[in-house]
């Protein structure tokens, strides 16, 4: 029995030393495979050490302190760690290393920016834990280069080789000392940072509780302090492999779209100025961010950058940075972006916007704003909705880039690329220096179908209620009818068609409430293409080969025949029926004129007689081409002599209610 005793207690003592001795091995490997790692930074010329490494089998936990380690890039970037824990420690295979956790506290990363915009940045990071981590188990080979575009090229791709279930930070400080436009630097911190899922180089989300940053900046001669508070930071499916497309130049040529997000929110967004001055944005969305490598390389981009104490750039380098900021531009997708509940305090006043909303896709896309509310020194202004139904960023970068101190035709009408139309709807700006509002049901503008910079479609549709301004002589006959207001609604078109030559001003309608409804339908024939050309002595050549078409005229009277006679009573000091009368007559013997050598015309002004002598007429002209006329030669007809003009057309009128 005591010899049984005897040989457990010596299988067991043999079975610790082994242990011990495994350990100790294990520990020499666990050391050697760091010295490795660090072994690169020190063979780059930057400097790398670290305190005892421990390693207990048992509790499969690593332990390594005081890790200090510093860049050869001057000014050099220093990383301080106190210490890094790692609990059940395995090796699945000889390539890959796991762990149930890992655990870094005290974190001190400073570094110096000197390349773009001089500043110190300094992190803080009491504890950084990895939760189910998996990655090599031997270190990749550091980048020769010290370009910040090489070293995050880099971690992109060490990035996709880890995977993990999560990574949580508590709370994260900052500094930033020096460096335009913050000379006096400020702080920063983060708190509640969380990424989830993490494999293949895709994060599935990331959040921050809350991100404040301080901030003191000149302003007007003075020192502003800004402060904001940003919550509620969360992104979802992050992809490194998309976002390293843009770091590679092997990927230069790509031009597929590579998505980054699939979403990105926030808030709210809170910023304050000891100015008195505060803003918030009560949520921030952005969906589908993702980028065109053949646009968008980052390095050119960087390379822009002013350095401090720079000469103003010249045209030609402006032109440079033009062409590569549309690059970007064009190298950039936003499926959908929403900023919500916007609002501003000011000393001017509140300001307040409901919604932004713009998308962007090859440099072009769409910009809403809603819910406009503003004071002004004269009143307040707001509208429901602003928009630019297609507006092209590169272009107009390009446009501002070559335009000159005064722009020439071409450089103008290459805005209507920039712009394809604008919308704007319930609205209401004050009307001059009176208490009144200026009502905007709605505008829309839009045009198309561009010949060269100029476009050959367009169409206008307006509906507003406007005041009648009682100090203009124009319109005392409205005042002195009792009209206060007038509803005006407008809608316009105009287009080309290349196959048949025809230019048409349809539809063309005017209608000015409680007055009058007004009409017209106008076609020209052999219009050239040539005539849209920005060479005015073309244009005119051209235009000579225009013919007249059909014109169409259709006028309701709404309660303008009664305020135009009303005008003709009072400057006449005559009653109203005597001076309808008066009008009536004065048409019947231009008609009477002219009836023998224009039929059609006399014809019609008995028409025009119905309509004066009965409110509420409708009266409807239609002039037919009796052949060719040339558009040109009837314009200057109309200047010197209209009846020749109107004897070139068969003339059609009617009258109905």
């Known amino acids: 029995m005591i010899r049984i005793l005897i040989g457990l207690i010596a299988a067991v003592m043999v079975a610790a030393a082994g242990l011990l ?66 609990t059940g420690v395995r090796q699945p295979d000889p390539a890959r290393f796991s762990a149930d956790s890992i655990e870094l506290a005290d974190i001190e990363l400073a570094t110096e920016v000197t390349e773009q915009v001089p500043a110190k940045i300094s992190y803080k990071v009491p504890r950084f834990t990895v939760k189910d981590y998996s990655g090599p188990s031997n270190p990749a080979q550091l980048p020769a280069s010290e370009s910040l575009i090489d070293i995050y090229r880099f ?14 930070i508590p709370s994260v400080s900052g500094t930033i000392n020096g460096g335009s436009p913050m000379p006096d630097g400020g702080e920063f911190a983060y708190s509640g940072v969380a990424l989830q899922d993490i494999r293949d180089g895709k994060v599935a989300s990331t959040k921050a509780d809350q991100f404040t940053f301080a901030v003191s900046m000149p302003q007007a001669g003075r020192r502003e302090k800004l402060s904001g508070t940003l919550s509620n930071l969360t992104a979802h499916g992050f992809d490194a492999a998309a976002a390293g497309t843009v770091l590679d130049p092997q990927k230069s040529g790509d031009d597929s779209y590579h998505r980054v997000y699939r979403q990105i929110s926030a808030g709210p967004y809170v910023l304050a100025s000891d100015r008195g001055v505060r803003a918030q944005i009560d949520s921030i969305t952005i969906d589908d961010i993702a980028v065109r490598p053949s646009k968008l390389q980052l390095a050119p981009i960087l390379a822009l950058v002013p350095q401090p104490g720079a000469a103003p750039p010249t045209q030609a380098k402006a032109r440079e940075i033009a062409e590569t900021m549309a690059g970007f531009y064009e190298g950039i997708r936003i499926g959908n972006a929403e900023l919500r509940g916007h609002t501003m305090q000011t000393p001017q006043g509140p300001f307040k916007l409901a919604a932004i909303r713009t998308n962007l896709e090859n440099g072009r896309g769409r910009l809403a704003l809603e819910g406009l509310e503003v004071e002004t020194p004269k009143g307040p202004f707001r509208f429901e909705r602003f928009a630019l139904n297609s507006f092209d960023i590169p272009q107009l970068l390009r446009f501002a880039a070559n335009a000159g101190p ?80 007038a509803a005006i609604d ?67 009277d709404s309660g303008s025949v009664d305020v135009a006679i009303a005008q003709y009573a009072r400057a006449r000091n005559v009653s109203r029926e005597t001076a309808r009368a008066a009008i009536t007559d004065q048409i019947k013997a231009f008609g009477q004129s002219i009836g023998a050598s224009n039929p059609d015309a006399a014809a019609a002004l008995d028409a025009v007689v119905r309509f004066v002598e009965t409110p509420g007429q409708t009266l409807i002209i239609k002039l037919t081409p009796l052949g060719k006329v040339p558009a040109l030669q009837l314009v200057e007809l109309l200047q010197t002599d209209p009846l020749i003009a109107l004897a070139q057309f068969r003339v059609e009128a009617s009258t109905g209610l």
């Open 21 to 86: 001795g495994f350990n100790l091995y294990l520990q020499h490997r666990v050391t050697t495979g760091i010295e490795a790692a660090f072994g690169q930074v020190r063979a780059a010329g930057g400097k790398a050490t670290h305190g005892k490494v421990t390693v207990d089998m048992l509790a499969r936990t690593v332990e390594i302190v005081d890790i200090v380690a510093e860049s050869a890039a001057q000014p050099p970037a220093r990383l301080r760690i106190a210490s890094l824990i790692a």
């Open 155 to 168: 971690a992109l791709q060490q990035f996709t080789a880890v995977a993990a279930s999560s990574v949580t």
């Open 406 to 485: 005064t722009p020439t035709p071409a450089e103008i009408f290459s805005l209507f690329g920039v712009f394809e139309g604008v919308e704007i709807k319930g609205a209401a700006t004050p009307f001059g220096n009176t208490n009144k509002l200026v009502n905007i049901d709605t505008i829309s503008l839009g045009w198309g179908q561009f010949i060269g910079p100029v476009p050959s479609k367009a169409h206008l549709v307006a509906k507003l209620n406007v005041p009648v301004d009682a100090t203009n002589p124009a319109m005392q006959p409205l005042v002195a009818a009792g009209l206060d207001r």
């Open 490 to 556: 407008i809608d316009l078109g105009a287009g080309w068609t290349e196959q048949s030559g025809a230019f048409v001003l349809a539809p063309a309608r005017l209608e000015i409430g409680n007055l009058v409804k007004a009409s017209a339908r106008v076609a020209l024939a052999n219009v050239p293409r040539g005539v849209f050309s920005l060479d005015p002595v073309q244009a005119a050549n051209l235009a000579t080969e225009i013919d007249a078409g059909t014109i169409e005229l259709s006028l309701h």
